[in-house]
């Protein structure tokens, strides 16, 4: 089984950017939809985007269309959250996952990352 690790967060000035990275170990990562989840203290996991396995679908979350950008390098094991244009609502702790389809529900994500944190301050 694949195991994940982030990185890349830190702190930042609201209106600027931050890339993240999730790299996979493992034979199979590029038979994988990857996702990328966040999760702000006291309030529910929210999705922020997938993408396929051969890069063909990509979906976000509506919160972050338009300033996030994910990717994925199979012959690295690696997909990347390049932020942009960051806004304080975005500090969080970012997971990134793999599942099987591309979909905003986290129940179809079966393989997670400890997660990395990211914060942006005013």
């Known amino acids: 089984q694949a195991q994940l690790v982030e990185s890349g967060g830190g702190l930042v000035q609201a209106g600027g950017s931050l890339r993240l990275s999730c790299a996979a170990s493992?034979?199979?990562?590029?038979?994988?939809?990857m996702g990328w989840f966040r999760q702000a203290p006291g309030k529910e996991r929210e999705f922020v985007g997938a993408?396929?396995?051969?890069?063909?679908?990509?979906s976000y979350g509506d919160s972050v269309k338009g300033r996030f950008t994910i990717s994925r390098d199979n012959a690295k094991n690696t997909v990347y959250l390049q932020m942009n244009n960051l806004k304080t609502g975005d500090t969080a702790v970012y997971y990134c996952?793999?599942?099987?389809?591309?979909?905003?529900?986290?129940?179809?994500?079966?393989?997670w990352g400890q997660g990395t944190q990211v914060t942006v301050s005013s």
């Open positions: 996952a793999a599942g099987v389809v591309v979909t905003s529900e986290s129940a179809y994500y079966n393989i």
């Open positions: 993408i396929s396995s051969n890069s063909a679908s990509i």
């Open positions: 493992g034979r199979t990562f590029s038979s994988y939809v």
